[in-house]
């Protein structure tokens, strides 16, 4: 009897575990330690409940004993894997096609390159072949953002840069945006305060004319960093609180952990939209470059207000090998009007 009653927790245990896994944001939960981190990686998740599900299902059958146990789990497993595999169909598992690129066309690429890992000369040569009109490069140094400009300067696209730094130790504490001048004269104020840890840099254009451009990096959501995270992901709604904005970078949360934070129909927080979730890429993951994209977490966007319209959006794979732990994402946007 005891048996079967331990049994029966385990299993309402397990299956309680696995609602909150597949829509925390129910339960208000999708910010909270473990649950944060689990939701990010919904591929990688599911793949392990898929596993676990053929193992129990041979134990089900090989041992009598365990079978009805076995089998209720395997079946709670599975049911998790199909409704994952819902969710993540509904945001996309990559659509790489761009529109052609018109004059008005604004092109994004952000890259967090784990303190300039991939070299200069990677980064400008991503940037030119991708025609970047923005480069945003969180954990990127001063003297990279200045030499990648030069690299691009020197193939005729001239760059703007603008480097944040909250210290000059920790190349992770930096974070470069490069705009083209094509684009007008940019300003930042560096004493401005971003996001918590880590420098979110934020450039307006001199003549008011043209969009706001932020190039953020929020936190990790790791153990004694939570908080500075929830801060942070308030800071990134408060920052998409305009009606000329585009916003990239690492913000080191997915779609899941934005419950709340949208303040217009079909943002995803903010005023801003998911390039991405808007063009059928959401589901393919960003970090880490070691796993396969379809495990990894889509933990870097760009985004931008509803006067900009997304005509294209990929997360390249290409780079996966360059030194840094996370694909470069680039977007296309159109003038909505």
Excluded at 262 to 274: K, L, N, Q, R
Aim: charged share 15%.
């Amino acid at each position: 009897m005891f048996r079967r009653f331990l049994a029966a927790v385990v299993i309402v245990a397990v299956g309680a575990a696995l609602i909150v896994a597949l829509w925390p944001q129910v339960f208000g939960l999708a910010t909270v330690p473990i649950v944060a981190q689990v939701v990010s990686l919904r591929g990688l998740v599911a793949a392990v409940a898929l596993v676990l599900a053929v193992a129990l299902t041979l134990a089900a059958l090989i041992s009598a004993p365990v079978r009805r146990f076995a089998a209720s789990l395997a079946i709670a497993m599975l049911a998790f894997v199909l409704v994952t595999a819902a969710v993540l169909s509904t945001r996309g598992f990559g659509s790489p096609g761009f529109e052609s690129a018109t004059d008005s066309d604004i092109t994004v690429l952000s890259w967090n390159t784990l303190g300039d890992a991939p070299g200069a000369d990677a980064i400008a040569s991503l940037a030119l072949s991708t025609g970047a009109e923005i480069v945003v490069l969180p954990e990127t140094s001063r003297d990279a953002g200045i030499a990648v400009a030069q690299l691009m300067a020197d193939a005729g696209k001239p760059m703007a840069w603008f480097t944040t730094a909250y210290d000059e130790i920790s190349k992770a504490r930096s974070t470069t945006l490069l705009i083209s001048v094509d684009l007008g004269e940019y300003q930042v104020d560096e004493s401005a305060v971003t996001t918590s840890v880590l420098p979110t840099v934020v450039a307006t254009p001199v003549d008011g004319t043209g969009p706001t451009i932020v190039a953020v990096h929020a936190v990790a959501p790791v153990p004694g960093e939570m908080q500075h995270w929830r801060d942070d992901l308030q800071w990134l709604k408060a920052a998409c609180d305009g009606d000329n904005l585009i916003v990239a970078g690492d913000f080191n949360s997915t779609l899941d952990h934005y419950s709340g934070l949208a303040t217009s129909a079909g943002a995803a927080i903010g005023e801003c939209h998911d390039a991405a979730d808007a063009t059928g890429n959401a589901a393919v993951g960003t970090w880490p470059a070691a796993l396969p994209a379809l495990l990894g977490a889509p933990i870097d966007h760009v985004m931008a207000t509803a006067n900009w319209r997304v005509s294209g959006f990929r997360v390249v794979e290409s780079h996966d090998g360059y030194g840094s732990d996370h694909r470069p994402v680039l977007a296309q946007f159109t003038p909505a009007d």
